[in-house]
């Protein structure tokens, strides 16, 4: 169900370049999505924040402000501003403890990924959208390149299994991206 989208040729250049189009923009999607994951986990184990289906960063920034440090928001840009109360000129290796430091990158990664899921995301849903909404003239020129019934019934059935693939892509795609804009806001 989660897996990665593959699609099969129906011998019509541009509609195997769309089809391949959405393959590819939904499994960096999903690449993302998973990523974004990875590092909510790992930030969340870092902080000794609670670990549940949640995809929330909140409860660990809390705990990391506590130790004196600001979330920095500019747009949809976030990241952790680390101030040292006595700097005396130290560099940041000596000045901040490794789970800091830690800290900081995930929430980095956390962000980098956040945004890539949601722009390929609402990319994702204008490609799916073209070929849901094109399915019976999409049906239409396969046919019309086959020329033997067996051709015919073996371009018209990857057809629908890339038809399938494209609504999976298109539920899988929603929920990623609504759970991407949730970790931003």
């Not at 169900?1 to 040729?9: A, E, H, I, P």
């Not at 994951?37 to 902080?47: E, F, G, M, P, T």
């Not at 849903?125 to 073996?154: N, P």
Request: proline share 2%; glycine share 4%; net charge neutral.
């Amino acid at each position: 169900q989660n897996g990665r989208l593959v699609m099969k040729r129906v011998c019509v250049p541009e509609l195997d370049l769309r089809f391949s189009d959405v393959a590819e923009t939904f499994n960096e999607l999903q690449e993302r999505y998973e990523n974004m994951l990875l590092h909510i986990r790992n930030l969340q184990k870092s902080c000794g924040c609670a670990h549940n289906d949640h995809l929330t960063i909140s409860e660990c920034l809390a705990k990391i402000r506590e130790e004196h440090v600001s979330l920095r928001m500019k747009g949809y840009d976030f990241s952790l501003s680390v101030v040292p109360v006595d700097s005396h000129g130290a560099d940041n290796e000596t000045l901040f403890p490794p789970a800091l430091r830690f800290a900081q990158e995930e929430l980095k990664c956390t962000s980098e990924n956040t945004k890539a899921a949601v722009s390929k995301g609402a990319i994702l849903q204008e490609l799916i959208g073209w070929l849901l909404r094109s399915q019976v003239q999409i049906a239409e020129q396969v046919k019309r390149v086959t020329a033997t019934y067996q051709d015919q019934g073996r371009l018209h059935e990857n057809l629908e299994k890339n038809m399938k693939e494209v609504r999976r892509a298109k539920e899988l795609s929603v929920k990623y991206r609504q759970h991407a804009e949730e970790v931003l806001t």
